[in-house]
């Protein structure tokens, strides 16, 4: 007899029982149990069999399951020992499931890829992110080595927020800047605390990120653009002249370099870093490098 979705709250208590299974909170275990929702988040990937899904904590695998009815093969990293055994059997009937015991953020995910994969595939990624761990594996997809096509992730509705923001806007910071210089961001999904089991504190968002098109001025080095847009936002409260004192130093010479890129730009000295956009923190990044103060 063909058994519900794992998805389902019926199945989801289900298989909890069977496992004598309590979700682990130190692991950001929250399992949804959702179907509408775990639609939702494959329909927001667009997932099809000319895709291979890379999904970072399946947990009992709802998500798996809906992931691997579409795709060509999905690859999911679990770090929790105890739900290898209880995946091969809930996921049994699907024979392009590989799933990973590592920690995602340790592994090399790239030579993984690579061995697990055919590479004639999109790569997408998706996940219901632990969220202990959310802005590490954020800045995970944001450094790495791997390109994915479109990344789709379940966050808490606050994190959502920020990589959305825009200029100006409170939960404006360098996640956004960040985040939307690489890729144009939208909320998919809000989801309510109720489609989880256990249900979060929170309230949570799906996100999807797509790569940008080729900007018009990229900066000279993303190592370089990150870690000084992380040193403008270091005093939210300050001024753009204050903080970038605290980046360079204090030195005459120094200020007068800075007032002249400054000036140059046309960005007055007095404006909060909440106020630029991420074309400025580009041309600004640039213009330190231009002139010998970022390397
Ligand atoms: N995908 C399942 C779902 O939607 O019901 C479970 C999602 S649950 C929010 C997060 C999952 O990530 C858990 O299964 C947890 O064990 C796993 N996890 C936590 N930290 C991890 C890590 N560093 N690497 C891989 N998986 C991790």
Redesign the pocket.
């Known amino acids: 007899m063909q058994q519900p979705a794992i998805?389902t709250r019926t199945r989801t208590l289900g298989i909890l029982n069977q496992y004598h299974l309590s979700a682990?909170k130190s692991?950001?275990?929250?399992?949804?149990d959702d179907l509408q929702v775990l639609e939702g988040i494959v329909n927001a990937a667009d997932v099809t069999d000319q895709d291979d899904v890379v999904?970072?904590?399946?947990?009992?695998g709802?998500?798996?399951e809906q992931l691997a009815q579409r795709a060509h093969q999905v690859l999911a990293?679990?770090?929790?020992q105890n739900?290898i055994p209880v995946l091969a059997e809930t996921l049994a009937d699907y024979q392009n499931v590989t799933i990973i015991n590592?920690?995602?953020?340790q592994a090399n995910v790239p030579a993984i890829l690579q061995h697990e994969l055919d590479g004639q595939h999109q790569l997408k990624a998706v996940?219901?992110?632990?969220?202990y761990?959310t802005k590490p594996i954020l800045m995970n997809f944001l450094k790495g080595a791997v390109r994915f096509e479109t990344i789709v992730l379940?966050m808490q509705k606050e994190v959502a927020n920020r990589l959305v923001a825009q200029p100006n806007s409170h939960d404006y910071g360098a996640l956004s800047v960040m985040t939307q210089y690489l890729y144009r961001v939208e909320i998919a999904l809000e989801v309510n605390k109720h489609s989880f089991i256990p249900a979060p504190k929170v309230d949570s968002a799906v996100v999807k990120l797509t790569p940008q098109g080729e900007r018009p001025e990229a900066a000279y080095s993303q190592t370089a653009f990150f870690s000084f847009v992380h040193g403008c936002f270091m005093h939210r409260r300050k001024t753009l002249w204050n903080n970038l004192q605290s980046i360079f130093d204090k030195q005459p010479a120094t200020k007068t370099t800075m007032q002249q890129v400054l000036a140059t730009v046309g960005i007055a000295p007095s404006v909060r870093p909440q106020a630029l956009g991420v074309e400025q923190f580009i041309t600004l990044t640039n213009e330190f490098h231009k002139v010998g103060l970022l390397q």
Do not use: R, S, V
């Open positions: 998805g682990k692991l950001g275990q929250n399992f949804l999904e970072i904590g399946p947990g009992i709802a998500l798996t990293f679990e770090i929790d739900l590592q920690d995602f953020l996940a219901n992110l632990p969220y761990i379940m």
